[in-house]
Nanobody, 123 residues
């Protein structure tokens, strides 16, 4: 069972990045996939999630309108397109999987987590 996030980097405020999450070793279509992030000294924070078929998505208020989550079922991939990035978006971003019927922001629901990818936004 593996989730691998990639695509992080260093970007100036106002810029864009696309994160990718590759899933393997479990039935991808049975799982909701979410993005969480953790900044230094802060709690882990829900960012966005997407249901198994992409028909249901959730996003936190802090990223709504700027970040878009999508899913490619044929490739077992989930993406997080981030635009208009702000310094407060700086964090390690993680993708996680939950066996759920609908997208959820509830972190304990997510049983599978991958290593994170660092996103740094300069002002």
């Amino acid at each position: 069972v593996q989730l691998q996030a990639s695509g992080g980097g260093f970007v100036q405020a106002g810029g864009s990045l696309r994160l990718s999450c590759e899933a393997s070793g479990f039935p991808f279509d049975d799982y909701v996939i979410a993005w969480f992030r953790q900044a230094p000294g802060k709690e882990c924070e829900f960012v966005a999630s997407i249901s198994w078929n992409g028909g249901n998505t959730l996003a936190s208020d802090s990223v709504k309108g700027r970040f878009t989550v999508s899913r490619d079922r044929a490739k077992n991939m989930v993406y997080l397109q981030m635009t208009n990035l702000k310094p407060e978006d700086t964090a390690v971003y993680y993708c996680a999987a939950a066996r759920s019927a609908a997208a959820t922001s509830n972190a304990p629901s997510y049983s599978r987590w991958g290593p994170g990818t660092q996103v740094t936004v300069s002002s």
